[in-house]
């Protein structure tokens, strides 16, 4: 087994525990930190007070031993834990970018990232292109002096397509430019750090927690840039404050222990199911597969153990014959009819009318993205087999194959 790196023991080795002993470290419950001198106070403004803690929003243990459990898993020296995916992607950018200067995105990226990208940003007068990220040509070219930063996914969302992050790095690396990479669709699967990203950011709400019961994300990075967010005087997410709350944080640390586990079962039901669905000849889009574009790239970048995934699209070719397909899955228990990922049951949902809305139907046409297109998150399913003649029930019924 190719071995590139491996994010569950790195976890597995930390040694986090509570004061008390507890094998799960206590949970913050303060938003303030006492002194017992005036001068260690001043020291800790200065960031000058080693191991001290100021004010909940700047940095609070639990968040620290979450924050420390995701630099593991990615190799970076540091992490900084937010109050969700979003928080994370816009502190990351908005730390690095000044008026007037340049970004290069994936044109294929989350509904909301791309919201960001191309409305937000405006008003700060950042000009961003926006590429087709398999096209490493295309980003070498839109280069711009004032470029500061490449944006992308490392599976991007809802196409599916693989990131060659060792190629982006090689453009960014000669310009000076930072690369950011989000990594939400394949934790532990693709370590974008150790590929040649310089920020890694996460929505944690998706695989990383993987119960749906919180919304988080993560800032992966140098322990440099991590002071840079958190500086009191000019620090983003010290300044727009998108702190992650403690007693989610103390949570969601608590599953970092079994993700390895729930990405490899995520995976093999996914590649089941689509095996599955390549012998139904339906259209269908995996990384796994041997037949997608991207599959000997995923594999010379993956960390093989951890399977290609749990994410899979196919394209019944208009909405009107995908909502009743999802509707008939939902009432015969495959799973919910339900935005977001990374769940222990099987999510699915028409990527053009939800999760990618934000994206014009113009620009979902140009970068193929079908209103037929049903986006699965597999699930954690004992049985896929079972799981999948439920689908094959419905596809027959509907008269779909
Ligand atoms: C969900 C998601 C986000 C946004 O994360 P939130 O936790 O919902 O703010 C960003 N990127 C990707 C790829 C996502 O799937």
């Known amino acids: 087994m190719k071995r590139k790196y491996d994010p569950a023991t790195a976890i597995q080795r930390l040694e986090q525990f509570g004061e008390f002993g507890g094998v799960n470290p206590s949970i913050t419950d303060s938003a303030t930190y006492t002194f017992m001198t005036e001068q260690t106070m001043i020291d800790a403004f200065h960031g000058e007070a080693e191991g001290c803690f100021l004010y909940s929003r700047h940095w609070n243990p639990s968040n620290k031993y979450l924050a420390d459990a995701i630099a593991a898993m990615e190799g970076t020296e540091s992490a900084w834990v937010t109050a969700s995916g979003m928080g994370a ?7 690095l970018v000044n008026t007037g200067d340049h970004i290069i995105t994936s044109v294929t990226t989350y509904g909301g990232t791309y919201a960001f990208l191309a409305n937000y940003l405006k008003k700060f007068k950042i000009d961003v292109t926006f590429v087709n990220i398999s096209d490493v040509e295309s980003v070498r070219k839109a280069v711009r002096p004032n470029t500061r930063l490449i944006y992308t996914e490392s599976m991007t969302n809802p196409m599916l397509q693989i990131s060659n992050i060792p190629e982006l790095a090689k453009i960014a ?5 930072k690369l950011v990479v989000d990594n939400t669709f394949t934790p532990m699967i693709i370590s974008p750090f150790k590929l040649g990203a310089d920020i890694v950011v996460y929505s944690l709400t998706k ?3 993987g119960k749906n019961d919180a919304v988080a994300g993560a800032i992966c990075a140098s322990t440099d840039f991590i ?3 958190s500086n009191v005087n000019d620090g983003t997410a010290m300044l727009l404050g998108p702190v992650l709350d403690p007693l989610r944080s103390s949570n969601i640390l608590k599953n970092m222990g ?3 586990i729930r990405m490899q079962k995520h995976s093999e039901n996914a590649m089941y199911l689509a095996r599955k669905f390549k012998e139904l000849g339906l259209k269908m889009n995996y990384p796994g597969s041997p037949e997608h574009p991207d599959h000997e790239l995923m594999k010379t970048i993956m960390n093989e153990e951890f399977g290609f995934g749990g994410m899979i699209a196919i394209d019944l070719g208009t909405a009107e014959l995908a909502t009743p397909f999802m509707e008939l899955m939902q009432e015969r228990k495959v799973g919910y009819h339900a935005v977001s990922l990374g769940y222990f049951k099987t ?4 990527s053009g009318r939800s999760t990618s809305s934000e994206v014009p139907k113009e620009l979902q046409d140009e970068m193929g993205l079908s209103p037929g297109l049903i986006r699965f998150s597999v699930g954690l399913d004992h049985d896929i087999e079972a799981s999948y003649k439920l689908i094959k029930s419905c596809l027959d019924d509907l008269k779909l194959i």
């Open 207 to 209: 695989f990383i927690n």
């Open 89 to 95: 992607i816009t502190t990351a950018l908005l730390q």
């Open 227 to 229: 002071n840079d967010i």
């Open 347 to 350: 999510l699915f949902s028409n």
């Open 173 to 177: 690396r000669a310009r000076d430019i």
């Open 258 to 260: 079994t993700l390895h």
